[in-house]
């Protein structure tokens, strides 16, 4: 099984790629396009501000590769907001592939942004990604999130509801981090591993 992590920058690389090798499989850590357009899967995984994240993946002529993937791919935490169209942070344009713009969760007395720490997630619908998932608890670093809507398979909430999960044909991701999240982030990670290209 072809697994390529691509190299957007993000200092989680070496936690994800741990968590892979821990469910059997020896993921390749590449911005190389021909592997990554004909690998199995792809995660895309990142940490760090939206728009520095998208100037690496330019860099690495890598954008319209991503858009044009047709096996399963998963975002992580930044890499699951690189998937929308936009964001607030930077003023950032983004994939463009699932419909809608992340906003910087709301700042209240007795609310941390960032949001940092384990929280529960509530799934919407029945999908393969997450199979045994519901109420379970992962662990979240972030400021910026994206509303709910049609693309949602998992929400969570701070201050406000949120997209935990998404879904856009073969694109997913997930907000949180599941080489952070012990045995429901495993659960996750091996859902995803275990899609099939459409």
Not at 58 to 73: E, F, S, Y
Not at 115 to 141: C, S
């Amino acid at each position: 099984m072809g697994i390529a992590v691509v190299d957007s920058g993000g200092a989680n690389i070496a936690s994800v790629l741990h968590a892979l090798r821990r469910l059997g499989v020896e993921p390749d850590f590449t911005h190389d396009a021909d592997h990554i357009r004909t690998a199995d899967h792809v995660i895309l995984p990142g940490v760090g501000a939206a728009g520095h994240a998208m100037d690496v993946l330019r860099g690495h002529g890598l954008v319209d590769v991503i858009r044009g993937l047709a096996q399963p791919v998963l975002g992580i935490c930044l890499g699951m907001q690189l998937l929308f169209d936009s964001s607030e942070e930077d003023d950032a344009e983004l994939l463009g592939l699932v419909p809608a713009r992340l906003r910087r969760l709301p700042d209240r007395e007795g609310l941390r942004v960032p949001h940092m720490g384990w929280n529960a997630i509530e799934t919407t619908g029945d999908d393969p990604l997450t199979r045994g998932l519901d109420d379970k608890w992962f662990y979240f670093v972030h400021s910026y999130a994206a509303p709910t809507g049609d693309w949602t398979l998992a929400s969570s909430f701070h201050g406000q509801p949120f997209t935990a999960i998404v879904r856009s044909a073969n694109f997913c991701g997930a907000q949180f981090h599941p080489e952070r999240s012990a045995g429901a982030g495993a659960s996750l990670l091996k859902n995803f591993l275990e899609t099939d290209r459409p």
